[in-house]
């Protein structure tokens, strides 16, 4: 049996949706290179496809309109199962459920991690579709359905602290929190566009990109730079190559967005 993984390109166009607000416009197409590996495998020999359905550590790459229906098609056109890292995107980082809820794409399997728990203790997950659940448990009923075993599966201890944090999301209304103030976020994000570097800005929900020019022959160091006098100044910040990559969390208050921008105006305009 031949196993292996092939590569879709990433949906990152800057010369044609730098400073786009919200999804971008452009790319959709790009999910049709599907159909050329499919041609080239044959869709029998392809299990399934994985998308973030936003890129986050890649440097916080966005789905252009279209593009997450488009790859939906084509896997339901040649039989491929369709699987979402919502680890970033899930519980209400855009601002709705999971990133399914928000693109209106359903897939198959949907996997979980750090909003889980909201981090308090190591959990990940997977939600599945029921032809595929029934799949796994539809075997003879003297085998254990999906064999495999880890020490540490199923913790009651991370089961109660997932069953707390889903509790104060609904409690709280952290989800509709995230989606009312994402407009805000979204002008915050915007302010730079004409600080100094600053050659695309990016933003869904409550998820901000920063991405800067590299100085020539020292990529990442303009962002490393920045990184540390963010640091100096008491913001945290992500930095991917010469991105900087901004996910706060879903309780920010307009005043800390205020805060966040003001030390990234004035660090942009320090740094080389
Ligand atoms: C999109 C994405 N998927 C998966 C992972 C891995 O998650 P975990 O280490 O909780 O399994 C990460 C971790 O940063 C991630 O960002």
Redesign the pocket.
């Known amino acids: 049996m031949l196993t292996g993984v092939d590569h879709i390109p990433h949906t990152h166009l800057p010369e044609k949706n730098a400073f786009t607000r919200g999804q971008p416009e452009h790319g959709a197409e790009l999910a049709d290179e599907l159909e050329r590996l499919v041609t080239l495998h044959d869709a029998s020999t392809i299990a399934a496809v994985i998308v973030?359905p936003v890129?986050?550590?890649t440097g916080v790459i966005l789905p252009p309109k279209g593009y997450l229906e488009r790859l939906r098609e084509i896997c339901d056109k040649h039989g491929i199962l369709l699987i979402f890292?919502?680890?970033?995107?899930g519980f209400g980082r855009l601002g709705a459920p999971f990133a399914t809820d928000f693109f209106g794409v359903k897939p198959d399997l949907v996997?979980l991690?750090?909003g889980l728990t909201s981090g308090t203790i190591?959990?990940?997950g997977v939600v599945c579709s029921k032809g595929i659940y029934d799949a796994f448990m539809s075997g003879p009923d003297n085998m254990i359905e999906l064999f495999h075993g880890y020490t540490y599966s199923g913790h009651p201890v991370a089961a109660a602290a997932a069953l707390a944090t889903l509790d104060c999301y609904k409690e709280d209304g952290l989800f509709e929190r995230a989606n009312e103030i994402a407009p805000y976020w979204e002008e915050a994000v915007h302010s730079l566009k004409d600080v100094p570097h600053v050659v695309d800005l990016r933003n869904l929900g409550l998820i901000g990109a920063i991405e800067l020019e590299p100085i020539p022959g020292k990529p990442t160091a303009r962002a490393y730079e920045a990184f540390l006098k963010c640091y100096e100044k008491g913001l945290m910040i992500r930095t991917t190559g010469d991105i900087i990559a901004l996910s706060p969390p879903l309780i920010v208050e307009k005043s800390h967005i205020d805060q966040i921008f003001d030390t990234l105006r004035t660090v942009l305009k320090e740094v080389a």
């Open positions: 973030e890129a986050g550590s890292d919502e680890v970033i995107t996997t991690a750090k190591p959990m990940g």
